[in-house]
Structure formats: C-alpha cells, structure tokens
C-alpha cells in the first residue's frame, strides 16, 4: 500500500495567517491527491482533487499543488472556520490511502 | 441535496457481529461506487470496503476479508456493511462515502457511526 506522510501533525496559527501543510506519498502518485477537511461531530468535506482542482462551493483562499510524491495544500488567509484537522489521500492505485491528517489550532 | 444518513454502531464484545446502514437521499445508490471507511481513535482515515454501482462487485481491505460483507438495497438507496467476528481492532467512527466518478474520490460522506468492540 501507498503510504502518505503529512507534516506538520499540528500547526498553531492566527486569524489571517498562511498556512501550508505538505503530503508526501511513498510512490509517484501522479496527480491523484486529494484533500480533505475534518470538523469534530461532521463528516469530511472534500477541498481539493487532482492536487489543484478546488471542488465547487470551496473558498479561493484554498489551493493544492504538486505532483508525483509531493503535495502541498495553502490556506492563503485563515478564516475561523479553517480551524480543523486536514487530510490527504490519494487514489493512484488501490487501496486509497490518506495521511493522518494536520491539525489546524488557534495560536 | 445529496445526503447520506448513518444508523447502527455501538458498543460490542470481540467476536460479536453487528450490521450498520447508510441511507442515501439526493441520488441513486445504483448510479454510484460507495465505500466504507474507519477512523480508529487518534488515527488516520483508513479504506475498509466497497461496491460497485450495480452490487455486482465487492472489494475489501485484507484486515476485514472474510468478516465483513458490503451490500446495498438499491430499492431502499441504501448501503450496508454487515460486521462478523469483530476484533478490538476494528473499533473506530465508520463512514460510508460516494465515489465520485472519474475524480477517483469520496465526494459525499456520512456523518459516521461509532463502533466500540471491548471485552
């Protein structure tokens, strides 16, 4: 199985600030990476597929880059409601994998 | 509006069985690949099963092979996943998922349902 590496485990941040969290896949992924975002008591929202592509109804601020083992996702500006756990997987070959996630902590 | 209601979990002896649901509303179970997946405690989302749009096709992680069954009553638009001798280890928040076609992720989640298995 493909084995995805996130860091940092947590980032504690300020209303406003960048943040950038990177998603390291044990094999060339292409560009089979997604990003996920988790609240306590809700189900995962999908940000981003295929690295880059921000799914319909998600804020700018959001972005992902990468290809081949290396990804980043970037939230431009935190916003109050970016406070929460982030996660990345991929889907290049079966079974899908995802990071243990990033968790995003008011500073 | 696509949505994907969980019912079932709960708390479970090591080798008990237990059979969890997920309702779909908003879009038709047969048009879709669904999924299972598990989080465990403190830990990373992992793949646990899946079907194909028409049931014919199942697949499953190696940890689960042989215990658990995914299946869908698609006159009901509704998944399950039946659970069979159930180890410690397969304690965790279960999420169904739709697959999204061609983007190859999981557009659509339940709200999840926690399975506790303890002596």
């Known amino acids: 199985d493909i084995q995805m590496t996130q860091s940092p485990s947590s980032v504690s941040a300020s209303v406003g600030d960048r943040v950038t969290i990177t998603c390291r896949a044990s094999?060339?992924?292409?560009?089979?990476l997604a990003w996920y975002q988790h609240k306590p008591g809700k189900p995962p929202k999908l940000l981003i597929y295929?690295?880059?592509t921000l799914e319909r109804g998600v804020p700018s601020r959001f972005s992902g880059s990468g290809s081949g083992t290396d990804f980043t996702l970037t939230i431009s500006s935190l916003q109050s409601e970016d406070f929460a756990t982030y996660s990345c997987q991929q889907s290049n070959s079966s079974p899908r994998t995802f990071g243990d996630g990033t968790k995003v902590e008011i500073k | 509006e696509v949505q994907l209601v969980q019912s079932g979990g709960g708390f479970l002896q090591p080798g008990e069985s237990l059979k969890i649901s997920c309702a779909a509303s908003g879009f038709n179970l047969s048009n879709y690949w669904m999924h299972w997946l598990r989080q465990a405690p403190g830990k990373g989302l992992v793949w646990v099963s899946r079907i194909n749009s028409d049931g014919s096709d199942t697949s499953y992680a190696d940890s689960v092979k042989g215990r658990f069954t995914i299946f869908k009553d698609n006159a009901k638009n509704t998944l399950y996943l039946q659970m069979n001798t159930l180890k410690a280890e397969d304690t965790g928040v279960y999420y169904c998922?739709?697959?999204?076609?061609?983007?190859?992720?999981?557009?659509?989640w339940g709200q999840g349902t926690l399975m506790t298995v303890s002596s």
């Open positions: 998922a739709r697959d999204s076609a061609g983007k190859r992720v999981f557009d659509f």
């Open positions: 094999q060339d992924i292409s560009r089979w």
């Open positions: 295929g690295a880059s």
